[in-house]
């Protein structure tokens, strides 16, 4: 006999595994940059939609449009939905002097073209770079996804097939189309998919599943060392590149610990966030989480030293110099490295000279896996960027330029190649 409860009991189930899936939406999208290509398409009044969906889930959107595009959908509408002006020239003064079309390129995150037409379909497997669209494509180092919308007939044409065929080859993602009716009457595979689904495949491109089951520590942001009830010691980290890192991991598959200093960021979705003031407390909330950790990632700029004595009242301002007597805080990173079961390392070298080279000893001295160096006189604490070189005991990579947010999701990747070869 059927409860007359059931229909309540599954409708619930239902509401909750649909938040579950709004949940992992906004986590792999949320502060991603996606670059939207519209191209000429019927299927183009559903990219407005596309672009809400979106940024409904906290990604940045910025639309590029074909000639052709504009015959279906105006540039007006596009910089509603997305809140930016529409890029549409590749010769284009005024884009030039704030965003040129190489700077677009390397911006993105993705690139996602949405309603992809044969004829763009054509140019791209062909290399081509006549228009902004087909440029940025080409230039971009960032995963590209198209989702193709054409007539029944011209998506069957073995030409469009051949050309499906080069796309796959060279890893573009290729999201449907379907079947269905469609404008012109017929009855077919070639629409587009609906945002929605578009979405959904969308996030599989940041969801790599490379840390899946493995559980990774992060510390991020400066440390403040006490002076008196007002003073302390502290350092320029904003906390951002441990953030990122956070963040990544979790899109990666991992379960996160991110144990932070004191820095004006928001918590990352789906992350374990345990908030410390001091080296001391940052070592002791470290060392609770080692037990269980595969991965620890020591991004915090810890202070070295704190003040011997903390005054239980504020120090009068001086005359003329104030003598602070220092001591040495714990090193975490060295401390970690000593565990008879010590997880996988990776530690952070801020250097102004000899950046390799002190990186690599720092990395020796302290007996970790890998080190990610950077030259803090090119990009400073607080900076949205960052330009680093992992170093390990045959690793020597480079990574260019670029936000720190990207930075984290090729870093986490590197890491992940390198924990897999040593297994």
Not at 113 to 126: C, G, I, N, Q, T
Not at 176 to 202: F, H, K, N, W
Not at 217 to 238: K, L, M, Q, Y
Not at 265 to 281: E, G, M, N, T, Y
């Amino acid at each position: 006999m059927i409860s007359l409860n059931q229909p309540i009991i599954i409708k619930e189930v239902f509401i909750w595994q649909i938040m579950i899936w709004v949940n992992a939406m906004a986590l792999f999208l949320s502060n991603k940059r996606i670059l939207l290509g519209v191209t000429g398409s019927i299927a183009a009044f559903k990219s407005a939609d596309l672009v809400r969906r979106l940024r409904e889930l906290g990604a940045e959107v910025r639309v590029v449009m074909t000639e052709n595009a504009k015959r279906f959908i105006t540039p007006l509408t596009m910089q509603a939905v997305s809140g930016y002006p529409v890029h549409e020239e590749l010769f284009d003064v005024q884009a030039e002097a704030a965003m040129g079309h190489i700077e677009l390129a390397r911006w993105a995150d993705a690139v996602l073209v949405a309603p992809a037409s044969a004829d763009f379909m054509v140019r791209l497997a062909k290399g081509n770079a006549d228009d902004l669209l087909t440029t940025l494509c080409v230039a971009t180092k960032a995963p590209i996804a198209i989702a193709p919308a054409m007539n029944q007939g011209m998506w069957k044409h073995s030409v469009t097939q051949e050309n499906l065929e080069i796309l796959k080859k060279h890893h573009i993602h290729i999201f449907g189309p379907t079947a269905g009716s469609q404008a012109c009457g017929d009855v077919g595979m070639g629409r587009m998919l609906e945002p929605a689904d578009i979405i959904l495949q969308l996030e599989t491109i940041f969801a790599t599943g490379l840390l899946a089951g493995k559980h990774v520590v992060v510390t991020a942001g400066p440390t403040h060392e006490a002076i008196d009830p007002v003073r302390f010691i502290s350092n320029g980290s904003s906390g951002k590149m441990g953030y990122a890192l956070a963040k990544a991991a979790t899109e990666a598959g991992a379960l996160v610990t991110l144990i932070s200093g004191p820095v004006h960021l928001a918590k990352p979705d789906h992350v374990k966030l345990i908030s410390v003031v001091s080296a001391d407390d940052m070592y002791a909330a470290v060392m609770q989480e080692m037990s269980a950790c595969d991965i620890f990632l020591a991004v915090a700029a810890v202070s070295d030293y704190r003040s011997e004595t903390v005054a239980t009242e504020k120090i009068p301002k001086q005359t003329t110099s104030m003598t602070l007597q220092l001591t040495r805080n714990v090193d975490i990173v060295a401390s970690v490295a000593q565990l008879p079961e010590r997880p996988f390392i990776v530690g952070f070298a801020a250097e102004t000279e000899q950046v390799i080279a002190h990186a690599k000893a720092k990395r020796l001295r302290k007996k970790m896996d890998l080190i990610i160096a950077n030259d803090v006189r090119s990009f400073s604490m607080g900076s949205d960027e960052n330009e680093v070189t992992v170093l390990g005991e045959a690793t020597e990579i480079h990574l260019a330029p670029t936000s720190k947010n990207k930075l984290a999701r090729q870093l986490i990747a590197i890491i992940a190649n390198e924990l897999n070869g040593r297994s």
